[in-house]
């Protein structure tokens, strides 16, 4: 008996059902962190119908970023590998007449250059080196491959041990410090040395070293036109002037250096015009201030004078490349919490904006990041938006962003993603205008009710923006509405805005942050009852500030924070430089200051359920800040926990396992709170 057309139908319907629900779009998983990928990096090619990119991603099984070249076409789909996967490969650089390309290439512990030669496709390493060489750089003539890397220095030590029996098993021997600065964040205790410069042969050889001493060098190496010298950047006296550097042309054949640069600040990031003609470089004039803008300045190599580009521009600028004929340059500034990409003509000081959606880069919360690069007059960079990571594109004769790739089209696609809004509002600290943005979460609904996560950017000079961060998606997905907010304090907004919490933070801030919160509640879609806060590093500072001034956060998750600015200044990383720019004295000069500004202050009024957070490693914000915290709660019965994250510094997202951590912990603390207040509800009622 034939089987009717309609219940052929329904029966095709009914099998097609559980597909389409396995198919349909759902929000982002923390494991969908391991499937992401983002461009970095650009490299244009002398030609400019090519460009040389880091394609990054995740590694599931080290658990590690991963960086692998890749080469796109400029007007053609030629899209294709030049390293393998699992071989870390950066610092890319086309020779001269681009056939062709060298880069640096990690593994198995060790870091080497390497050269492609384009027109073969063959490749071979050409050095043999003892350490990471990095910021490659073509001579002209294409003979020569200039880097920077660290030296080691003789370590120390007034003592004259005894030797070990042999066979025996003695604990290792001390360690002696005599360094300004002696341990990084990141990197942990530091050996003793500093970056120099070398040149290799292009064809592979030994490595001559040109600079020497206690002095750190930095790129970007600049050749001059001839081919006789290189210009670096390098402060030879960090202990009186943490802050100061100068450009310096160092001789090829000497190792003489003569300064370029004379002022009080630092002078860095030189860039030569394609003639040789002309250097542009960034720095600024040292006022003692928290933040500073960084300013543009060109100048005649061999006969001029330093003049500033775009002075009335009040954001800091921070990376620049020269057009093809030297007539101007490419600059990136954020303005907003927005990176933008723009051009500047050195003769007519005029501004133009290329693109507002630069970047793209910073995976984890929604910070900037983004690179470009511009040669035979194609100028690639950077492209990335709220909803996606960092692709590469380019500039067409137009003037339009093009993109050429989209690198997470088999992912993103298939994920409902949390809607980004922009948001302002007048504090009521002195009615200041202040930005902020509302991720909802995926599948809104206008009729419920939600949660409330406000998340703090740290810094505190930096910005939050419209851009893809995983962190805040995934908080998303669990059903809060996320608020993030550029306080006073934040980059982004002119240098007045920024230093407005100069010697004065936490302070202010904190009015910005709960107005803020107080406008989206008046949107009608928060449940009040179900705020909740966290912040790391200068974002963990206003946390435990926050619930030290209001009992309104049902739960707090304080990441990676200062607690006692008075200890953080005497044993971060970077104490130099936080004493002497975010204080106006020392430690024991004017204690009161410090005390004053220290969360641990108001301890005593905290009555927030609290979990701390904090990479092991950590030496920007040292794990004691936050076990100083933890104890006090402990010890005033408050309901706290610690998480330490064993191996983790300061960037505890550097690792993705680390990155997806951070979320669940911060969510699963809130639902562990919530869970006990409606068992206490109940046990009430009944």
């Known amino acids: 008996m034939p089987i009717p057309n309609w219940l052929c139908s329904l029966c095709l319907s009914l099998l097609a059902a559980p597909l389409m629900a396995a198919n349909a779009p759902t929000s982002l998983q923390p494991m969908d962190v391991f499937e992401l990928e983002w461009a970095d990096r650009p490299a244009v090619s002398p030609d400019g119908r090519s460009v040389v990119y880091q394609r990054m991603s995740f590694d599931r099984l080290r658990d590690r970023r991963l960086s692998t070249l890749w080469l796109r076409g400029i007007g053609s789909s030629m899209h294709q590998p030049l390293t393998q996967i699992g071989q870390n490969a950066g610092s890319a650089a086309w020779s001269p007449d681009g056939d062709r390309l060298a880069w640096v290439q990690r593994s198995d512990g060790s870091a080497q250059v390497h050269v492609r030669w384009m027109e073969s496709g063959r490749s071979a390493a050409v050095s043999s080196l003892s350490g990471s060489p990095s910021g490659l750089s073509w001579s002209p003539d294409g003979q020569w491959l200039a880097f920077t890397m660290f030296v080691p ?101 000497s190792g003489e250096l003569r300064a370029l640069t004379s002022r009080d600040g630092p002078d860095a990031a030189p860039s030569l015009s394609p003639d040789g003609r002309w250097l542009a470089w960034l720095g600024f004039d040292d006022r003692k201030l928290a933040a500073h803008a960084t300013r543009l300045y060109v100048m005649e190599l061999d006969e001029g004078s330093p003049r500033q580009l775009l002075a009335d521009l009040d954001r ?27 051009y500047v003509d050195r003769r007519r000081d005029r501004l133009q904006v290329l693109d507002r959606q630069f970047g793209g880069t910073a995976m984890g919360r929604p910070y900037g990041g983004g690179s470009f690069d511009a040669r035979g007059g194609t100028l690639a960079y950077t492209r990335g938006s709220a909803s996606a990571p960092a692709d590469l594109a380019y500039l067409n004769r137009r003037d339009e962003g093009v993109m050429l790739t989209d690198l997470n089209a088999d992912l993103l696609p298939h994920r409902v993603l949390g809607e980004v809004e922009e948001r302002w509002v007048e504090s009521s600290a002195d009615g200041r205008r202040i930005q902020s943005w509302v991720v909802k979460p995926p599948h809104f609904d206008t009729a419920k009710k939600y949660p409330l996560l406000l998340e703090i950017h740290g810094g505190p000079h930096a910005d939050y923006g419209p851009r893809f961060a995983p962190e805040t998606q995934l908080y998303a997905a669990a059903g809060y509405v996320v608020l993030y907010v550029n306080p006073r304090g934040s980059t982004s907004y002119g240098e007045e805005f920024t230093n407005l919490i100069q010697n004065a933070y936490p302070g202010q801030d904190y009015d910005d942050l709960i107005s803020s919160v107080d406008a989206v509640l008046a949107e009608g879609y928060v449940d009040p009852n179900r705020l909740f806060v966290t912040g790391g590093s200068g974002g963990g500072v206003l946390t435990a500030w926050i619930i030290g001034q209001t009992e309104r956060f049902r739960a707090a998750v304080v990441a990676k924070p200062v607690i006692n600015w008075i ?39 905290v009555s927030t359920p609290t979990m701390l957070i904090v990479g092991e490693a950590d030496y920007r914000t040292p794990i004691g800040e936050a076990e100083q915290y933890y104890q006090a709660l402990q010890l005033r019965g408050i309901k706290s926990a610690l998480v330490r994250i064993p191996g983790a510094s300061h960037g505890i997202n550097l690792r993705p396992s680390h990155m997806i951590s951070q979320v669940l912990y911060t969510t699963g603390w809130f639902e562990h709170v919530e869970a006990e207040v409606l068992a206490e509800t109940a046990r009430t009622v009944h």
Request: glycine letters at 8%; a negative charge; aromatic letters at 12%.
């Open 316 to 342: 800091s600028i921070d990376s620049i490349g020269w057009d093809e004929k030297g007539r101007g340059l490419y600059l990136v500034y954020t303005d907003q919490g927005q990176d933008v990409l723009a």
């Open 153 to 253: 220095q003789e370590a120390v030590s007034w003592a004259k041990l005894p030797k070990a029996p042999k066979g025996a098993k003695w604990a290792p021997a001390p360690k002696v410090i005599e360094e300004l600065r002696y341990r990084s964040d990141g990197q942990g205790y530091l050996q003793r040395g500093a970056s120099q410069v070398f040149v290799l042969p292009a064809e592979g050889g030994s490595a001559r070293q040109l600079t020497h001493g206690e002095v750190d060098y930095r790129g970007p190496l600049q050749w001059s036109n001839d081919g006789s010298s290189l210009l670096v950047s390098a402060n030879r006296d960090p202990r009186n002037d943490p802050l100061d550097s100068e450009i310096y042309r160092l001789s090829i054949a």
């Open 567 to 605: 200890s953080f200044a005497l044993t971060a990383d970077a104490y130099p430089f936080f004493t002497r720019y975010w204080f106006p004295a020392m430690p024991w000069e004017d204690p009161q200051h410090y005390w004053q500004r220290s969360p641990l202050m108001a301890v005593g009024k």
